[in-house]
């Protein structure tokens, strides 16, 4: 197996499960777990993740284990888990110009993170039940079955 075949780029959602281990054992899979696990996988996520992030912890949106506030420096722990940030690029934003749109689907970070992902050619791991429709647009989808 080539290196380029273990990236994964790690949605939102998945980061607030890893990172904040938010009910990690009911909201990551086992077979999500392996990837996650497997120390010859390299892991980014996109800079508009990292937004969503820290625009739902400031919204006072997330509550670790639904009992107490977040408290964690994220790009700390972004960096212990060894997770690469990757800004957004002019090669992103011309594949986001193309993206054909699920109806009903209008989460705009969602669409960047998306074309970000199909743009650098590195499958996207999340719960999003809504990616699969992305894949006839190049999207490389792993579920996070929930």
Known sequence: MKDTDKRYYLDTNILVFTLLSIDMDENIDLNIKKILDDVECIFYTSSIAIFELLHLIKLGKLRKSKKKDIDIDIFAAL????IKIIPVN????AVYLKL???????????????????????????????????????????????
Do not use: C, T
């Open 79 to 82: 960096k212990a888990s060894g």
């Open 90 to 93: 002019e090669k992103h934003f």
């Open 100 to 146: 054909q749109i699920l109806e009903g689907h209008k989460d705009p970070f969602d669409h960047m993170i998306i074309a970000q992902s199909i743009s650098d050619k590195i499958p996207i791991i999340s719960s999003d039940s809504k990616f699969p429709f992305y894949e006839n647009q190049g999207l490389q989808f792993v579920f996070n079955k929930r």
